[in-house]
């Protein structure tokens, strides 16, 4: 009777010596997963971003109605083209026997180059300012004691400049009314328009101060040289030909 043989297999530990094998991540999947978690912490916080959103629309409306609304008005000036240069221009100004305020403001400008620089340099000195603030009550409408603090608050919101190419002078005033920006800028216009015409005026009356002087020097001349003539006509027994000429 043949024998039987069995054969046992001992179970093979797969542990021991297998090779790892690597699982690539689903990058896909994972962004969506992510996607996912953050709308629904989006939807469950919704009333929160929704009281959120609110709050910010109702904050800026009130910061809108708060906050004042400010006007500028702009005048753009280009200064004569006949005018005295530099110092003539302040000496007129500065001696003027009116004793106007823009005399004063002239006075220390002594120094500037062109006509615009001068007139910038006018436009934005203390003086003009003082005479702004005092005819618009600016201590009153800025909410200020001092006439100094009134004077500073109307130069920050004051621009003049001038462009160096083409010498046109920009006047900007800024205000919360329209109509006092407007006004305000005008005031200074009319400052500069002021200068302008008292340069001219001190011009024209030098020149003529100076031509009558010329015309009465002339005189004093032609009659000392009649004199001289005749002195001489009387010693040397020369003929009057002006009294001969009344004879005839």
Do not use: C
Not at 5 to 34: I, W, Y
Not at 49 to 64: D, K, M, Q
Not at 128 to 133: E, F, L
Not at 146 to 170: C, F, P, V, W
Request: charged residues 25%; negative net charge.
């Amino acid at each position: 009777m043949p024998e039987e043989s069995t054969n046992v297999l001992a179970p093979r530990n797969f542990d021991e010596g297998a090779e790892t094998l690597g699982v690539a991540p689903d990058d896909n999947g994972a962004a969506r997963g992510e996607a996912v978690a953050t709308l629904r912490l989006l939807w469950d916080r919704k009333r929160f971003l929704f009281r959120l959103t609110l709050a910010g629309l109702v904050l800026s409306a009130i910061t809108a109605f708060l906050i004042p609304k400010r006007y500028q008005s702009t005048a753009r000036l280009m200064p004569p083209d006949q005018m005295d240069s530099g110092s003539e221009v302040l000496a007129a100004v500065a001696g003027n026997k009116v004793g106007s305020s823009l005399g004063s403001a002239a006075s220390s400008l002594l120094g500037l180059g062109n006509t615009s620089e001068l007139f910038v340099g006018i436009l934005q000195s203390r003086t003009i300012a003082n005479d702004v603030s005092e005819r618009f009550d600016l201590k009153k409408i800025y909410g200020v004691r001092l006439e100094e603090d009134a004077e500073m608050d109307l130069q920050a919101n004051t621009d003049i400049s001038e462009d160096r190419k083409s010498g046109i002078i920009s006047i900007a005033v800024t205000d919360k009314s329209p109509e006092r920006a407007a006004a305000m800028t005008q005031e200074y216009v009319d400052a500069l328009n002021g200068l302008v015409t008292q340069v001219n005026t001190s011009a024209a009356h030098r020149e003529r101060e100076f031509l009558e002087g010329r015309l009465t020097q002339v005189k004093l001349d032609l009659e000392s040289a009649e004199k001289d003539f005749g002195k001489f006509a009387s010693e040397n027994t020369a003929i009057d030909i002006q009294e001969q000429g009344k004879a005839m």
